[in-house]
């Protein structure tokens, strides 16, 4: 297929909103609502989360504005885009970094996604009910190590792949436009029923209240890396996304609104999960396993608890599926594009290879595995790799291709359109090539030290 038509083919949002909600669902993740909470009560409350902002003003929103210039510059899949843009350079190693690293999130993400529709259908049936809050645990500990999650993973990857079969127009934009108004709405549902809870109090007083004796070294880098890990930038999603923004749209005024929404609804997950976990006197500091042990006990003893969880998973799961369709888009708009095969046949393909990556992560977390090397399963490895090594290489490699590489006028070009100064967006990049690049190193070497 000539390169002419392929360009006339190319889908694309048809409005604003429906870009906003596509991008804006691809950051809202398990990220905001799983890990920013925890994250955030393991460093001093808002003593990190202003570290936090700090982060995603110079390294965050830098790389993502980065990501749909080039996107859109190109015009085409992460591979291609670095191709047209520095032509016999090996710059589109990006794009294959890019590919990589989405199978490797896919392969666990969509682990933890299926969890989320267990814990739905076990809070919708109140199967909680009666339990203690060692029964909780050991049902989580029963089923994550045994072989129903491979089930619920693959519904959830089927599922994805209804929504991705659409394509961007009809697909993507269609379901998020629906998702994403749906995810707001269960949050602050979430949020007034945490606040009038007697005893919330505690809860926003360890959220918000500054702590800087709490704050290490490696708060700031579990702030930067958590920045750009939650803009789902460094690998390519956004700058597929891009490929598909009209020239129409204002990329400065897209970044900051994704942004804002981006930092809003992990704040949000925040304040519906603190007070609760404070008024039912839960350790707040319980990490990883807050989600899936901790908040069943909260809404075991709440009026109406059940029918509260459910809506809770349900916005797990809403927030892991918006963000499981932008990562699987980076590889099918790279096979369509590259290997000539229609959206229906690369879905299938691509489908069946993270089913199987995800089954292998899923199987590895089973007792006696034999999926694990140097202490961490298959699955945790997916998650190191991609978050703490390629991401930050990504990010690292996006930001100075924009700095150092891609023409001045070029980029002039694509801030034209929409309202927001040229002249101010150019000082803010010129600024910030030179410290986000800086900052992701160091996150960069930090991670990777801590991996072996
Ligand atoms: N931003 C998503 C989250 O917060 C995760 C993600 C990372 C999505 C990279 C796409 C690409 O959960």
Redesign the pocket.
């Known amino acids: 297929m000539s390169q002419e038509t392929i360009t006339q083919k190319r889908d694309g949002f048809s409005s604003r909103f429906g870009l906003i909600a596509a991008a804006a669902g ?7 609502i ?3 909470p925890y994250i955030v009560g393991e460093n001093g409350g808002s003593a990190f989360i202003l570290i936090y902002l700090i982060s995603i003003l110079g390294v965050g929103l830098p790389v993502l504005l980065a990501e749909f210039i080039i996107g859109r510059r190109g015009g085409a899949n992460a591979v291609r885009s670095f191709k047209k843009l520095a032509p016999n350079t090996k710059w589109p190693v990006i794009g294959w970094l890019g590919i990589i ?2 199978f490797m ?1 896919l392969g666990f ?1 969509t682990v933890i996604a299926g969890y989320t529709i267990h814990y739905f259908l076990l809070s919708l049936t109140n199967a909680f009910s009666g339990m203690s809050s060692e029964q909780i645990t050991q049902t989580f500990h029963h089923f994550s190590s045994g072989h129903t999650p491979i089930i619920y993973t693959i519904i959830f990857t089927l599922l994805a792949v209804v929504v991705l079969f659409g394509g961007i127009k009809d697909g993507i934009e269609k379901y998020t436009k629906i998702l994403m108004p749906g995810l707001v709405g269960i949050i602050i549902l979430l949020v007034v029923r945490a606040i009038t809870l007697p005893g919330a109090a505690e809860g926003l007083k360890f959220l918000f209240k500054p702590d800087f004796s709490e704050v290490s070294i490696n708060s700031i880098l579990d702030a930067l890396g958590h920045s750009f ?7 390519g ?2 700058l597929t996304y891009g490929s598909y923004i009209s020239k129409k749209e204002n990329l400065s005024t897209v970044t900051c609104s994704i942004a804002v929404a ?1 930092t809003m609804i992990a704040l949000l997950a925040g304040v519906a999960i603190f007070p609760a976990v404070f008024a039912f006197g839960i350790d707040p500091t319980s990490g990883p396993g807050l989600v899936f042990i901790t908040l069943p006990n909260v809404f075991l003893q709440m009026p109406g608890g059940n029918i509260f969880g459910a809506l809770f998973f349900l916005l797990l799961f809403i ?2 599926l918006t ?2 369709i ?2 699987f888009e980076v590889i099918i708009t790279y096979v369509t594009e590259e290997l000539n095969v229609n959206r229906q046949k690369a879905l299938k393909l691509t489908s069946i290879a993270v089913i199987i990556i995800a089954i292998f992560c899923s199987l590895s977390q089973t007792p006696n595995t034999t999926l694990s090397f140097n202490g961490n399963t298959l699955f945790d490895w997916m998650d190191l790799l ?2 703490n090594v390629i ?1 930050p290489i990504g990010g690292l490699l996006i930001i100075s291709f924009l700095g150092f590489i891609m023409k001045k006028d070029e980029v002039a070009d694509e801030l034209q359109q929409g309202a927001c100064s040229i002249k101010t967006t150019m000082i803010y990049l010129t600024i910030t090539k030179f410290i986000a690049p800086l900052a992701i190193a160091i996150v960069f070497l930090t991670g990777i030290q801590a991996l072996f």
Do not use: E, Q
């Open positions: 691809s950051a809202v993740g398990l990220g905001n799983w890990k920013f690293a989405a999130i993400y890990f939650s803009l789902s930038v460094g690998m999603t956004m981006d927030a892991a963000s499981v932008s990562i991609s978050a991401l």
